[in-house]
């Protein structure tokens, strides 16, 4: 498993450089100071001299994430928020784990490119292509498959099978944000009006109203 996991990583990391979409460096690396009060896109630099290995190491992937929840997956981020040496390679990682049945409901990451590779276990995923044809791609992964999830569009997992599922996934950006659909349409604070999400989906209001009770109360909670 380990061996393996380790493969897959050194894999995704090297797809992933290819496709980075953050500015490139100016300079050997540029540790995000954490401490600093100046705003700028990404992060001041710390001082060079004070950087050691601890600021691009990053421990703890090799262990499962709590799926008891709603969707059944828990996604555990390396980002430029966990490791500061980061900041500005264009570049990050998450482990996801899938319960039976669980999965990473559809989402999609603003500033990134998403490649994935299975573990161990299944998953059904796919995206679906921007308007007006909104064609959707699907594909069922096995251990050791890589899929690709274009910058900005839709998608998701699904483990389909009674055993637990893990995948890593490279993201072509050192923070690629990431916008749960269901929860950013009927969970936003404030909400949105519900006779425009009811005219939107073509259903009674009354639906939209329970949906945003429940996301509401989960976002906001």
């Known amino acids: 498993m380990a061996s393996a ?6 894999l995704t990391l090297a797809a992933v450089g290819a496709l980075a979409s953050d500015p490139g460096p100016l300079q050997d690396f540029c540790v ?12 001041v630099c710390k001082n060079p001299m004070k950087v050691d290995a601890n600021d691009f190491f990053f421990s703890g992937l ?5 799926t008891t929840n709603k969707v059944g997956s828990n ?9 500061g040496g980061l900041n500005t390679l264009g570049i990050s ?3 996801i784990d899938y319960a039976p049945y669980g ?6 990451h603003p500033r990134a490119t998403e490649i994935l590779t299975v573990i161990e276990g299944t998953l059904h995923v796919g995206f679906v292509t921007s308007n007006p044809q909104n064609r959707l791609i699907l594909k069922v992964l096995n251990a050791g498959d890589v ?7 839709i998608h998701f997992q699904f483990n389909p099978g009674h055993e637990n599922t893990v995948a890593i996934a490279a993201l072509s950006s050192q923070n690629p944000g990431v916008i749960t ?23 009674d209001k009354k639906v939209i109203d329970y949906l945003q009770s429940q996301f509401w109360e989960d976002n906001n909670n």
């Open 93 to 95: 990682l998450v482990r």
């Open 147 to 153: 899929f690709v999830f274009p910058v900005g569009l």
């Open 5 to 10: 996991m380790f493969i897959a990583v050194l």
């Open 62 to 66: 090799n262990k499962p994430g709590n």
């Open 103 to 108: 999965q990473n409901p559809p989402h999609t």
């Open 32 to 43: 995000a100071d954490n401490t600093s009060q100046v705003l700028v896109n990404g992060f």
């Open 75 to 83: 996604v555990t981020t390396v980002n430029v928020n966990q490791i």
């Open 181 to 203: 659909i269901a929860n950013a349409v009927f969970g936003s604070n404030p909400k949105i009006d519900g006779g425009i999400l009811a005219k939107a989906f073509q259903v």
